[in-house]
């Protein structure tokens, strides 16, 4: 209905469904059935059956992903019959070879073979061995259980043969793959972007000698951008409260600052980013500068205004109660704005965020920025995705935050309660009864 | 009888009353007032001629149609605007700006909403700088004056519009000015809130040593509530007449239907609005067809 508040229960569910329809959207659009699913190759096998040879890294629809593993285990199904039926079928040294350098392309993975000992068949022979006996273990490109008890069934048969190799035919490793949709690289589906944030906020330090050692986490970076924000927001504020209040208070001082603050705000401040870099060098100056110079304008303007919007009447009272001017200002004008002036402040961090991603650009990257900057560049939005979310997510819960504790900040405001936090905790103290409601907004009919 | 009683008859309680009134010290003198504004129109006069003489502890209301420049009126005595020309003297000093001696009520009710009730009562004297102790203390007896001892703690958003008012003039009269200027204040408050606000407004007068201007546009409350009424002309604001209100006190509300109080509010009726009769519309002559499908006449 038109301007008629919904009530709790499905304002609440509303709230909960503008979150889950876009996950939903993303959902869909990842897992959708417009993606070709492909099998990649990991571990291939021969058989005289198939019409084709496929080695590592073909890419086969479902299908004939399933044909052809389905012949491979027949044909180590029928190898198995014939040797417990007790006339093992016959298998030269070339072809039972030729079975064992299966697990070449598997020990490269795991680097226990070099690319060039492909037909090294005694280092080959050697891996096999050890691999069933346990002193190899398959840790960057795992085996199945089934090619493992596979391994140990045709090491049994190596090691009876001795030096030679056996008469009889070997096991087959059945073929392994990895299953792959051909999403645009851009698309990168929620649980793939869950992990990867998962993994990236519960990272420890990467260890001594790592190739990524250099590489600072995720939790690092987010360390980071926090230090640049809250600086550079930090001297914003403080410069641009005592400007905004003396300029919305006193009309001489707001037709000295605000016309050139106004056509300020017009530059953008990432504009200015090659002569920050010039005067605060390339470290954690010119990012923590920039954020100051792009909230600065806008928080001067806002908090004038905020200012002038204080109730005229409430000066000329405390004027006839006999405050002078000094007073008024310290008594009347700051308490009175400070309900909206937090209001305001709680908006420019949201927009200051805006701000730090051009500014961690400056210089030596630095923060989250960084991340998304290097790793988008090479395409890995996997690892962009949850720096993104991360920026989203601080500024939202901040606000929220922010916004929730107005309420014990400014007890004398008579605010509805808003919000994810607010909805959340009136929620529950209704629940749990009347524990503490912080500010008793009941209004006392006079006697 | 009743209709031959003039406004101008007093009874000789109330002609002693206003002998002795006379008689006290002038607390407030307006003398020769003249104010004029810019406006994109040219020069508007706002007040024109004002001479005034307010006794002490006595109950002014001014009366006048919107526009009459009323609130201007009270604005340059509270100090918070300056006359063109003439001056005010409030106790022999000249007025120049706000000061404490004149505490003012507003129609909103103005009240800091971030002090509690009594921290609001208590700033006037925090700001001349007294003692947070003694401040304390005085402001309970002024809310308790007020009946609003209870709510010293509340914030102003948890209190009624009565209520808030009250604590606006604990405020005021926390100041202990000389002068109580009030500017429409009860004029937000509903018709019953009004009247007891009313009520409570004679208590406090009769217990503090206080003169009260006092602005209006509701005759009745002029009437039951002041010594005198001064009635304004519009445009430019001019002193129509001061009348001497014959209504006996203490008053209560049942003397709306006294001889006094009627003979009095008619003749207000007749000098505030003089011009109302031709500005009525003639509701025969509409160029309009009957707005309505029943034929039964509702007269």
């Known amino acids: 209905m038109v301007r008629k508040d919904l009530d709790h229960t499905r304002s609440s569910l509303m709230m909960a469904l503008s979150f889950v329809l876009p996950l939903v959207i993303w959902a869909i659009a990842s897992y959708g059935p417009w993606w070709k699913v492909a099998r990649q190759i990991s571990l291939s096998a021969e058989s005289p059956r198939l019409q084709s040879v496929y080695s590592v890294g073909d890419r086969l629809t479902p299908n004939i992903w399933k044909d052809f593993t389905t012949t491979i285990a027949q044909d180590n199904r029928e190898i198995m019959a014939a040797r417990e039926s007790g006339q093992p079928t016959a298998g030269s040294a070339r072809q039972n070879k030729k079975i064992l350098r299966q697990i070449h392309p598997l020990a490269i993975a795991n680097s226990w073979l070099t690319r060039e000992q492909e037909i090294d068949d005694e280092a080959i022979r050697k891996t096999w061995l050890q691999v069933a006996a346990g002193e190899l273990k398959a840790k960057k490109q795992p085996l199945s259980t089934e090619n493992l008890a596979i391994i140990k069934s045709n090491a049994e048969m190596l090691a009876k043969a001795g030096t030679e190799y056996p008469k009889e035919t070997l096991l087959k490793l059945l073929p392994e793959s990895i299953e792959e949709v051909s999403r645009p690289v851009y698309l990168v589906p929620p649980d793939v972007v869950a992990v990867s944030f998962w993994k990236g906020i519960t990272a420890g330090k990467p260890e001594e000698g790592d190739a990524n050692a250099e590489r600072k986490s995720l939790l690092q970076r987010y360390g980071e951008s926090w230090r640049t924000i809250v600086l550079g927001f930090l001297l914003a504020i403080l410069v641009a409260i005592p400007i905004g209040v003396l300029a919305g208070t006193f009309d001489l001082v707001s037709k000295l600052v605000e016309p050139f603050v106004n056509f300020f705000s017009y530059m953008p401040a990432p504009a200015f980013g090659v002569v920050l870099m010039a005067i605060f060098g390339l470290d954690l100056g010119p990012k923590i500068m920039l954020v100051f110079l792009g909230t600065l304008p806008s928080a001067i303007l806002t908090i004038s205004k905020t200012t002038r919007g204080l109730d005229g009447s409430l000066l000329e009272a405390a004027q006839t109660l006999g405050a002078n001017q000094r007073q008024l200002i310290t008594t009347v004008v700051l308490p009175g704005i400070l309900p909206n002036l937090y209001k305001d402040l709680r908006l420019l961090f949201g927009t200051a965020w805006t701000w730090l991603v051009i500014a961690e650009l400056l210089g030596f990257k630095s923060g989250l920025a960084e991340i998304i900057d290097t790793h988008g560049r090479r395409f890995q939005f996997d690892i962009v995705y949850p720096a993104i979310l991360l920026i989203g997510l601080s500024g939202f819960f901040m606000d929220q935050i922010l916004a929730y504790l107005a309420r014990y900040f400014f007890p004398w405001v008579d605010q509805p309660k808003q919000g994810f936090f607010g909805r959340f905790f009136s929620a529950r103290s209704r629940i749990l009864g009347p524990s503490s409601p912080p500010a008793a907004a009941t209004t006392l009919d006079s006697p | ?299």
């Open chain 2, 1 to 299: 009888m009743i209709a031959s009683l003039s406004y101008k008859d007093q009874s000789p309680g109330v002609k002693a009353r206003f002998d002795k009134l006379k008689a006290r010290p002038k607390l407030l003198e307006i003398s020769g007032l003249y104010k004029r504004f810019h406006s994109k129109a040219g020069e508007v006069v706002a007040l024109q001629d004002i001479n005034l003489t307010v006794h002490r502890r006595e109950f002014m209301c001014v009366l006048g149609q919107s526009g009459c420049g009323k609130s201007t009126l009270i604005r340059i005595l509270a100090g918070l605007e300056t006359p063109s020309a003439g001056q005010v003297l409030v106790d022999g000093n000249p007025v120049i700006g706000p000061g404490r001696d004149r505490g003012m009520v507003f129609q909103s009710y103005t009240l800091f909403p971030w002090l509690t009730v009594k921290q609001n009562v208590m700033y006037g004297p925090r700001m001349a700088g007294k003692s947070d102790f003694t401040n304390q203390s005085e402001a309970r007896q002024w809310l308790a004056l007020v009946g609003l001892d209870k709510f010293e703690e509340s914030y102003p958003h948890q209190l009624s519009g009565g209520m808030k008012q009250r604590a606006a003039i604990a405020r005021a009269l926390a100041n202990e000015p000389r002068i109580l200027l009030m500017d429409e204040p009860f004029g937000a408050l509903d018709p019953q809130t009004r009247q007891q606000m009313q009520a409570y407004l004679l208590q406090i007068w009769k217990n503090v040593d206080i003169t009260i201007f006092f602005i209006t546009h509701d005759l009745d409350e002029a009437i039951f509530l002041s010594d005198r009424i001064l009635v304004l002309d519009p445009r430019p604001g001019r002193i129509r007449e001061i009348v001497e209100v014959p209504v006996p006190r203490p008053r209560d509300h049942e003397q709306i239907r006294s001889p006094e109080f009627l003979a009095t509010k008619s003749h207000l009726e007749t000098i505030i609005h003089p011009e109302d009769s031709h500005a009525k519309p003639s509701f025969d002559k509409l160029p309009i067809g009957r707005m309505t499908d029943v034929n039964d006449s509702v007269e």
